[in-house]
Nanobody
Framework: QVQLVESGGGLVQAGGSLRLSCATS????????MGWFRQAPGKEREFVAR????????YYADSVKGRFTIGRDNAKNTVYLQMNRLKPEDTAVYYC????????????WGQGTQVTVSS
C-alpha cells in the first residue's frame, strides 16, 4: 500500500503560479506511475497529468498542456506539479494518485489539497 500526502495548495491570482508536492511512502518503485487529478465543486474528478517513475514519460490533459509540468524526485520519493499561468477554471481540490503499471486504474490516493484561483 502506498501512502500519499499532498501539500502546496493555496489561493493565487489568475496568471500566478503554484507548486504542489506529493510525498510518497510505502512500496512505490520504478514499476509505478504517479498522477495528479482534480475535482471542482459540482464536477467529476478529472485527470490532470501523470508520470512514470522509471522513464519519466509524462502525459497531460489538453486543458493544462503548456502550463503545468509534472516531475519527480526519486531521491526524495516526491512528485511535483508546477502550475503556471493559472486560470480561475483551475480552481479545484487536487489529488495525488499512484498505480502499479500492471493495474488499470489509479488505486492509491492522497487526501487532496485545495487550489483556488481568483480572477
Amino acid at each position: 500500500q502506498v501512502q500519499l500526502v499532498e501539500s502546496g495548495g493555496g489561493l493565487v491570482q489568475a496568471g500566478g503560479s503554484l507548486r504542489l508536492s506529493c510525498a510518497t511512502s510505502g512500496r512505490t518503485s520504478s514499476t509505478y506511475e504517479m498522477g495528479w487529478f482534480r475535482q471542482a465543486p459540482g464536477k467529476e474528478r478529472e485527470f490532470v497529468a501523470r508520470i512514470r517513475w522509471s522513464s519519466g514519460i509524462t502525459y497531460y490533459a489538453d486543458s493544462v498542456k503548456g502550463r503545468f509540468t509534472i516531475g519527480r524526485d526519486n531521491a526524495k520519493n516526491t512528485v511535483y506539479l508546477q502550475m503556471n499561468r493559472l486560470k480561475p477554471e483551475d480552481t479545484a481540490v487536487y489529488y495525488c494518485a499512484a498505480r502499479r503499471l500492471i493495474d488499470r486504474d489509479f488505486n492509491s490516493w492522497g487526501q487532496g489539497t485545495q487550489v483556488t484561483v481568483s480572477s
